[in-house]
């Protein structure tokens, strides 16, 4: 397996790894690369990987190398593929195929597509020369189809649109030309029917939502499929959580997609597309959380996953059945956070039933992530606790109590805010500032920040009017001022940028539309603010889409159903 990692099962590996299939441990073939990898092909006792790099197997290698199957080291066979990565290897017979966005390969002019020869390790003449990065390719009999976000083959002299079939030999397109309005991630050929998936909205001249189906020999569109879910949910979606590549999300609905979902449902990240998960809760849901090989599901229920759960249950990510976790909770779960410790769920909760037996832990507990069992640890806040975020050792929860309790049953004044080491349960970082206000809505962390929203008015004394941001090592409060006029219920952040989503219209005095970004460094306003028609609930990054979730028709020009994937240049999915 290839990806972008540092460590697979417990077990250092660089974005590469083998894995016993009968017990799931990496084997001991450790090759290993500085950047991404995002192909891999095994071929006669050689493993040929594709990515973003510039060494693989202890050798330098650039986006293109081949490993010795049994070693893990580079063999002599080098073949660098420079001016931009590798994104898809396929081999045909001796050929081999790749694309990606370089503009060289093995010191020879080839633009995101080339071919070479595995019998005598020499780059062979086809070359379909595109303007623009090739993300897929597929090879039938007579035809190499490629798919991605170019305009041109041939040097410009053929217009193409994101789809292409060229000769084998020499690589010049062929007739074939369906065409799609925007970017093609990934296509594969069933017998004569090639299918393609991405961002377009329209193939072939007609419309199709982000996957259409072709006569592979034609170019005709397929009739029998006409086009992926959108991503929309038919009600409330209260929050977000990545799977994967799936985009889990909860709250009041009965639709999603053009499918029937209750309360919880998952869409691919890519495609939209909804999947077998169908847990089907009778009532709202109010967090989630991933964790485990788990979906960790609470809300307003007391059936879910085809079992009798009471507001708390651990689900199977494949189908959404509830598993034999089980410890149904005395009251409201508002938010859920899995650590290597343990999972932590805060609310508004008395106790939770474990095994028949009311245990008494009121709106903050700790739990075994595969039985329920509640642990010991008993902080007891006087009220309830909305959210909750960890870093390293430390655990940070927030909500709207003013007392704790410390581990020698001492009530100790913790205003909205409070920390714990998670391995000793005691109170950390003594100098936490202190929040004055309603409630603290939402807790995230980027590096050594906490970032922090709700309805308060001063923290640390500090005039602070709704978010504020402080150290996660110190708790020194920091001197960025936003002053949304209302919550922000979701952060995320990417590349530098923190975007956020709540019930906000103004930002500092200036008009937002429940949504706003700010540059982590310098901490001024972004360009990203998409106006959305309603609350959103929750935010969450995947790859370079922002997800919101809420309670919205229209986000920007564009019609939306309560979810919405928006690209960083304000973009709508």
């Not at 343990?342 to 832990?361: C, H, S, V």
């Amino acid at each position: 397996m290839g990806g972008s990692f540092t460590h697979i099962g417990g077990v250092a590996r660089a974005n590469i790894a083998a894995i016993d299939m009968e017990n799931g441990v990496p084997t001991a073939w450790n090759p290993g690369t500085n950047g991404i990898v995002r192909s891999i092909v095994v071929k006669d006792g050689n493993v040929y990987i594709g990515g973003s790099f510039t060494t693989a197997g202890g050798m330098a290698r650039t986006n293109f190398a081949v490993i010795d199957a049994t070693t893990g080291a580079a063999t002599a066979a080098a073949m660098n593929a420079t001016g931009g990565e590798v994104s898809e290897i396929v081999v045909d017979d001796e050929v081999l195929y790749l694309v990606g966005a370089f503009t060289n390969v093995g010191g020879q002019a080839r633009n995101r597509a080339a071919s070479v020869s595995i019998s005598d390790w020499m780059l062979a003449p086809w070359n379909p020369n595109c303007n623009g990065q090739v993300n897929a390719v597929a090879v039938a009999e007579d035809a190499v189809y490629l798919g991605g976000d170019f305009s041109q083959v041939s040097a410009g002299a053929t217009p193409r649109s994101r789809l292409a079939a060229v000769d084998k030999t020499d690589g010049v397109p062929l007739a074939w030309d369906p065409g799609c309005n925007r970017t093609v991630y990934d296509i594969g050929l069933d017998g004569q029917t090639l299918v393609a998936c991405g961002r377009f909205n329209s193939a072939g001249g007609e419309f199709r939502s982000m996957v259409a189906a072709f006569d592979a020999a034609t170019g005709e569109l397929d009739p029998r499929l006409l086009h992926a879910n959108e991503a929309k949910a038919l009600g409330r979606v209260a929050v977000i959580r990545m799977d994967g590549g799936r985009v889990a999300l909860g709250g009041d609905f009965t639709g999603a997609g053009l499918l029937e979902r209750s309360n919880l449902a998952a869409f691919s990240s890519d495609t939209c597309a909804i999947g077998d998960f169908k847990p089907d809760p009778d009532g709202a849901i109010s967090a989630l959380e991933v964790g485990n090989g788990l979906v960790y599901a609470a809300g307003d229920f007391s059936s879910i996953g085809g079992r009798q759960r009471y507001g708390l249950a651990a689900l199977d990510p494949v189908t959404g059945g509830a598993t034999r976790f089980q410890a149904d909770v005395a009251g409201s779960v508002l938010a859920l956070h899995n650590t290597p410790d343990g999972l932590y769920a805060g609310g508004n909760f008395t106790g939770l039933i474990y095994e028949g037996m009311l245990i008494d832990r009121p709106r903050l507990a700790k739990l075994d992530g595969r039985s329920g069992a509640p642990a010991g640890w008993d902080p007891r806040p006087d009220n309830s606790v909305r959210t909750l975020a960890s870093r390293g050792d430390i655990l940070f929860t927030a909500g709207d109590f003013a007392n704790m309790v410390g581990h020698d049953g001492v009530s100790v004044a913790k205003a909205r805010l409070a920390a714990f080491s998670l391995s000793t349960g005691r109170f950390a970082i003594s100098s936490l500032p202190a929040v004055a206000g309603t409630a603290v809505y939402s807790l995230f962390i980027d590096g050594s920040t906490v970032y922090m929203a709700g309805l308060f008015t001063t923290v640390a004394g500090v005039a602070r009017t709704n978010m504020a941001a402080f150290s996660a090592e110190t708790g020194t409060l920091h001197t960025r001022v936003w002053s949304p006029n209302n919550i922000v219920y979701g952060l995320a952040s990417n590349k530098g940028t923190l975007y956020m989503g709540g019930a906000f219209t103004t930002m500092g005095g200036v008009s937002a539309g429940r949504t706003w970004s700010t540059d982590l460094v310098t901490g001024s306003a972004g360009t990203w603010k998409p106006a959305c028609s309603g609350t959103v609930y929750s935010t969450v990054v995947v790859g370079d889409r922002i997800w919101l979730g809420g309670s919205f028709s229209r986000v920007g020009a564009v019609a939306r159903s309560n979810i919405a994937a928006v690209r960083a240049d304000g973009s709508v999915d």
